[in-house]
């Protein structure tokens, strides 16, 4: 659509989400008999304890947990194009009606309707509307170099757990400002681009140390940094993908003690880079082969900063065969992820314990276009 000097591409649209989550008995429930009357079917020795205590619930029927999710939203956006397409302007924004719904008899808190829980009442969290706008503007310098700013504020659920003092958890909510430069090569057949970041993050939910199924909340995480990306199509047959990110991220607010500190599970250093080699490129038959590295640094394993994950470099590759048959486009492929079988740690539990990434893996597939 244009109006006068001005082109503009419109965007507007409308979603709606609902969840619906009912629990019975679960294993790990096993404390219950501690704060309920001792009975012959809640013995307090062993696994017992909580095999009985499942059967006598899956009898009667019961519901530990219900919960019920729903989102409205209303979105729209603007593109504006000026002083042919050099100057280019993005304008929209988001509003969000969240409603969670959720059972009081959870965890610690089954005393309340021991030994009959049905799951309800439920709870209503706190549900006010919220509008997420967003901006961003690019100018072309050049003919094959723009700059490029934009800002973003967001909104989200939290996943409708309870903490482990029986609150309710705040929404969380974050902020982004980036800016930087993109860059086109080889006749646009390559893409470069180099972005400041700062992000951040308010009210955002982790495991509690202290009471396992639970949550706690970290006041304010600024995560500010570097990224840069390049990909395209750099010979006839050879294409490449790569990026770096430095990334520092740190507590600036918090109520358990750990302001200051870097947040836990990102690293400073991460990078990544692919290549794939096709033998007859935009052909209906031929072969391609690819391979990679993806490479992270030292990350915090806890807020407390009091352990750390070590880095880790994993190497993926793959290689697939594309024919026609009949008429139609037929694809084999096979993909390799850690191809060297590395044992490494992928993420932590915000706690006190470390999760391994997974080893040496296959997987294939057979694709047919009609």
């Given at each position: 659509m244009e109006i006068g000097p001005t082109r503009h591409k419109l965007l507007a649209g409308v979603d709606w989400f609902s969840y619906v989550d009912n629990w019975g008995p679960q294993n790990y429930i096993g404390g219950v008999p501690f704060i309920a009357p001792l009975d012959i079917y809640t013995p307090t020795r062993g696994n017992l304890t909580t095999?009985?205590?499942?059967?006598?619930?899956?009898?009667?029927?019961?519901?530990?947990?219900?919960?019920?999710?729903?989102?409205?939203?209303?979105?729209?956006?603007?593109?504006?194009?000026?002083?042919?397409?050099?100057?280019?302007?993005?304008?929209?924004?988001?509003?969000?009606k969240s409603e969670v719904d959720q059972a009081e008899t959870y965890g610690f808190f089954l005393a309340r309707c021991y030994p009959t829980c049905t799951g309800y009442p439920l709870l209503h969290l706190p549900d006010s509307p919220k509008l997420s706008p967003r901006a961003a503007v690019l100018y072309q310098l050049m003919d094959n170099v723009s700059v490029y700013g934009g800002y973003v504020r967001s909104f989200g659920q939290s996943n409708g757990a309870n903490l482990?003092?029986?609150?309710?958890?705040?929404?969380?909510?974050?902020?982004?400002?980036?800016?930087?430069?993109?860059?086109?090569?080889?006749?646009?057949?390559?893409?470069?681009?180099?972005?400041?970041?700062?992000?951040?993050?308010?009210?955002?939910?982790?495991?509690?140390?202290?009471?396992?199924?639970?949550?706690?909340?970290?006041?304010?995480?600024?995560?500010?940094?570097?990224?840069?990306?390049?990909?395209?199509?750099?010979?006839?047959?050879?294409?490449?993908?790569?990026?770096?990110?430095?990334?520092?991220?740190?507590?600036?607010?918090?109520?358990?003690?750990?302001?200051?500190?870097g947040f836990n599970g990102v690293a400073p250093h991460v990078g990544n880079l692919w290549a794939k080699w096709d033998t007859a490129p935009g052909l209906r038959e031929g072969f391609e082969l690819g391979g990679g590295l993806y490479a992270m640094s030292w990350r915090w394993g806890d807020d407390a900063n009091s352990w750390i994950l070590p880095g880790y470099v994993r190497f993926d590759a793959m290689a697939a065969y594309r024919t026609e048959v009949l008429g139609h486009k037929v694809t084999a492929r096979l993909n390799v992820k850690n191809l060297s079988d590395t044992k490494y740690f992928e993420y932590s539990d915000a706690g006190t314990n470390a999760y391994y990434g997974a080893p040496r893996s296959f997987v294939g597939s057979l694709g047919f276009e009609f």
């Open positions: 095999t009985l205590y499942n059967l006598k619930y899956q009898a009667a029927q019961n519901y530990t947990w219900r919960e019920r999710d729903r989102d409205f939203g209303v979105y729209a956006q603007d593109q504006i194009s000026l002083f042919d397409d050099k100057l280019h302007i993005l304008l929209g924004g988001r509003w969000d482990g003092t029986g609150a309710t958890p705040v929404p969380e909510a974050a902020v982004q400002w980036e800016g930087g430069l993109k860059s086109q090569w080889l006749d646009g057949r390559v893409t470069a681009s180099a972005t400041y970041f700062n992000l951040r993050r308010k009210n955002i939910l982790e495991n509690d140390p202290a009471n396992p199924g639970f949550m706690i909340a970290v006041g304010e995480v600024e995560s500010e940094g570097l990224e840069l990306d390049f990909a395209g199509q750099v010979t006839e047959n050879l294409s490449l993908i790569g990026s770096y990110t430095y990334d520092v991220a740190t507590v600036t607010r918090d109520d358990n003690g750990n302001r200051g500190h």
